[in-house]
């Protein structure tokens, strides 16, 4: 028995390894160390394996989430370097081993991210103008797209390990470094402007629903037009505001934000189960909530104390308020407006709850103008065709023109942020497990709520209720927290709470996903963005994205920034999808990814839904998001990349180039499709020029410029030694080629003597004319 013990552990461990004579993998991480290796010895052999199996779950699982952060890679280390008194020697110290796992690295943050600040302040709207069939089909389409990026996403995150910069490292390492750039700089932008979205969203909670006395720009008495513009103007003052605070805190340092990372994702996770709560009390006692209407059009809250235009006290007949929002006095005998004369007050449920049949009116769209009325379908009303409307202000109005992409533009940030996972690989025990299973789990579960919200929300909520988007008719109440249980106050902090974590996050991704773009040297005009602090937080990054940032901030409206982050997002997802099809059918001998659940055909379906998407939320801002690429691709191309990762473009010209000459094979070439292929030697003087540049010239009036041109020199001397002029030398000839517009290739040969080299080009001359006259 003892000896087999030790024969067992020799073979676990020890040097004398038994069985097929493979070395074992000991580290799922490459060029690991040996101190590395030695921890995951024996640890990552099978198959599955629980990620709390080692230690007590309870006391494993509380100090996981004490420690939980929601920050990419990087983030804790260089907080910690910081406050280390020898920070300087911090990297001298040995690297620990990663320690999250699917729950806490993966799963969590992408519930977190996707999760946001739409949820909360659009969702009801948007079931109660695209009807919660159209509703359904938005959500549907939304989330089978990121679904569709997050398979391709998982194999591209399994075929190697992603460090800093998410999206863009997988990208540009796939497609190269001008798709890389280009993609990379769109992903920055839309998670910089989603940082200036969940800004706008904390600022309308907080002036809309929290503390509306706080407004600079007063809204009392104000209607239409200056009513807008006052909201719009107070977004703007708070935004920046609330913008200067986040920046600074993230200067000073993201342990605050860190710290704060389970606060945040409580705030979320409490306010979604409030929200199945409040459901589930609709069918015991449905909440009073009474809305007022007069005829079928719904009354401002703030324009009546009582809903009725007349109220009996002590047997005396008393008019109210919303009498006098109406009529030129108090009296009884008073000229009034004669939409209010012909029609009578009434008050209806705002929530009259699951078992209320209410879905059937909710099923299909109602799409507003902006400034129309939001009326109840069922109810009818007396009003003069001929007549103009008066007295607008004292109903509730849509404040935009809604149409279905309209909506889908305004809804698809909810579904983003499936990166969160990918983008922390470093930090993960098993990136080649966690990243798929937390990415495409997390992905169900926010498909689930979002599905099932659309159709409670339907089920349990008046229509005129579900199109307030502001709840101006309901006592300026958040609409999704009247549904909640056990007080609206849950939804209203829980949201606030959950914007502000969200805002704090992306002013802190995306600087880093910046500096990891700039640290790379493909864009040099961005190169000073890649330094920073001494423990590498990048400040002049952060600088720039706060700047950024600020535009979203003034443009001041919620509806108007998620499409400009949707086209931005739906790129980066376009060119993940494109990246793994590539790669699958190129078959490129590095692609081995072992998340095996993918395939070509679903990347591509991916992709042309993002493709879609972009064009069905906003054509020009997908033009304008294609034309910023565009640009940044063409200005990476000009410079010329200082760095080649492997090109998956060139992949495709070199599948392309190899098809063609197969097909010209076939059979002798015809004398409409000849061409002529010409060698020509051109000899060097004691500089590398060229000694008679004309010979080209003549070269291209032979072949009429058709054809193609082998131009060819010779060096004498070794390789070794001649190195430098044969790099010269080549430079010359393709600038002389360039020049006289000579279409071919050019080669430098170094060689003992004139004549071998000139026998050496005789011979490669002839091969290669032969394989491109095949």
Wanted: aromatic content about 10%; some cysteine; hydrophobic content about 45%.
């Amino acid at each position: 028995m003892q000896n087999s013990k030790t024969d067992g552990e020799e073979g676990e461990g020890g040097p004398n390894i038994q069985g097929d004579g493979i070395p074992k993998e000991t580290s799922p991480f490459i060029n690991s160390d040996v101190g590395k290796s030695q921890h995951y010895d024996g640890k990552n052999m099978a198959l599955f394996e629980e990620e709390m199996d080692t230690s007590p779950m309870v006391s494993s699982l509380l100090s996981t989430l004490a420690n939980y952060s929601n920050l990419p890679t990087g983030s804790k280390e260089h907080e910690e370097a910081e406050n280390n008194e020898e920070a300087t020697r911090a990297t001298k110290q040995p690297v620990k081993a990663p320690q999250l796992g699917t729950l806490m690295g993966v799963y969590l943050p992408c519930i977190q991210n996707i999760f946001g600040v739409i949820l909360f302040l659009r969702m009801t709207w948007m079931v109660g103008i695209g009807g919660v069939l159209g509703s359904f089909i938005i959500v549907f389409m939304c989330c089978s797209t990121t679904m569709l990026t997050a398979i391709s996403m998982s194999a591209i995150a399994t075929n190697g390990v992603v460090p800093a910069g998410g999206s863009y490292y997988m990208i540009s390492r796939s497609l190269g470094p001008e798709f890389g750039g280009a993609v990379g700089i769109c992903f920055y932008l839309g998670t910089t402007f989603a940082g200036a979205m969940y800004i706008l969203g904390c600022i309308e909670i907080l002036l809309i629903y929290i503390v509306p006395q706080a407004a600079i720009f007063k809204l009392e008495g104000l209607e239409g037009v200056e009513a807008e513009l006052a909201l719009l103007n107070n977004m703007r003052v708070y935004g920046t505001i609330v913008l200067s605070l986040m920046a600074l805190v993230v200067f000073v340092g993201v342990k605050y934000v860190n710290k704060l990372a389970l606060v945040f994702l409580a705030c979320v996770i409490l306010s979604i189960l409030a929200v199945y709560a409040g459901v589930i009390n609709t069918i015991i006692e449905p909440p009073l909530f009474p809305v007022c209407l007069l005829g079928n059009r719904t009354l401002l809250s703030k324009s009546y104390d009582v809903c009725a235009k007349l109220i009996e006290i002590d047997n005396e007949t008393i008019t109210t308020k919303l009498w006098l929002s109406f009529c030129d006095s108090d009296a009884l005998n008073a000229t009034c407006d004669e939409y209010f004369t012909n029609n009578n007050v009434t008050e209806i449920q705002g929530i009259p709850g699951v078992t209320s049949g209410i879905l059937s009116e909710n099923l299909f769209s109602n799409y507003l103008v902006k400034g129309m009325m939001l009326e109840k379908k069922d109810i009818l009303s007396e009003q003069n065709p001929d007549s103009s409307t008066t007295n607008s202000g004292r109903y509730v109005l849509a404040d935009i023109t809604s149409f279905f992409t309209l909506l889908v533009g305004i809804y698809f940030p909810s579904v983003t942020g499936i990166m969160a996972g990918s983008n922390r690989s470093g930090d993960l025990k098993d990136a080649q497990k966690s990243i798929p299973i937390g990415t495409i789990a997390a992905i169900t579960t926010t498909s689930t709520v979002y599905m099932s919200c659309v159709v409670l929300f339907g089920a349990c909520i008046e229509g005129v209720v579900l199109r307030d988007k502001f709840g101006e008719g309901v006592n300026g109440n958040l609409v999704i927290g009247t549904l909640a249980w056990p007080s609206p106050w849950v939804i209203v902090f829980g949201s606030f709470f959950s914007t502000c974590g969200a805002g704090l996050q992306s002013l802190t991704g995306a600087p880093r996903l910046l500096q990891a773009i700039s640290r790379d040297g493909i864009i040099p005009f961005l190169r000073v963005f890649g330094h920073g602090k001494a423990n590498g937080e990048p400040t002049w990054a952060l600088l720039l994205t706060a700047s950024i940032c600020e535009i979203g901030i003034l443009i001041a409206s919620l509806d108007s920034v998620a499409p400009i982050l949707s086209m931005f997002f739906l790129m980066c997802y376009m060119f993940v999808n494109l990246a793994c099809a590539l790669q699958t059918l190129l078959r490129t001998p590095n692609w081995r990814p072992r998340f095996k659940f993918y395939h070509w055909t679903l990347s591509f379906l991916g992709m042309s839904l993002c493709l879609s998407l972009m064009f069905m939320c906003s054509w020009y801002y997908a033009i304008v998001a294609m034309g910023i690429a565009t640009c940044i691709y063409k200005y990476i191309e000009f410079c010329g990349a200082e760095k080649e990762w492997g090109d998956g473009i060139r992949g495709i010209s070199l599948s392309a180039a190899r098809f063609a000459l197969m097909r010209l094979e076939e059979g002798p070439p015809h004398t409409k499709n000849w061409r002529p292929q010409l060698l020509v030697l051109v000899s060097l003087d004691s500089e590398q020029n060229v000694e008679h540049p004309r010979l080209l010239s003549l070269t291209n009036q032979l072949k009429a410029g058709k054809g193609l041109t082998i131009v060819g020199t010779s060096v004498q001397g070794t390789f070794l030694d001649n190195y430098t002029e044969a790099q010269r030398a080549d430079q010359a000839v393709r600038k002389l080629m360039e020049t006289e517009k000579v279409k071919g290739f050019s080669q430098v040969v170094v060689s003992s003597s004139l004549r071998d080299g000139t026998s050496t080009w005789f011979r490669l001359g002839d091969s290669e004319v032969l394989n491109t006259t095949q």
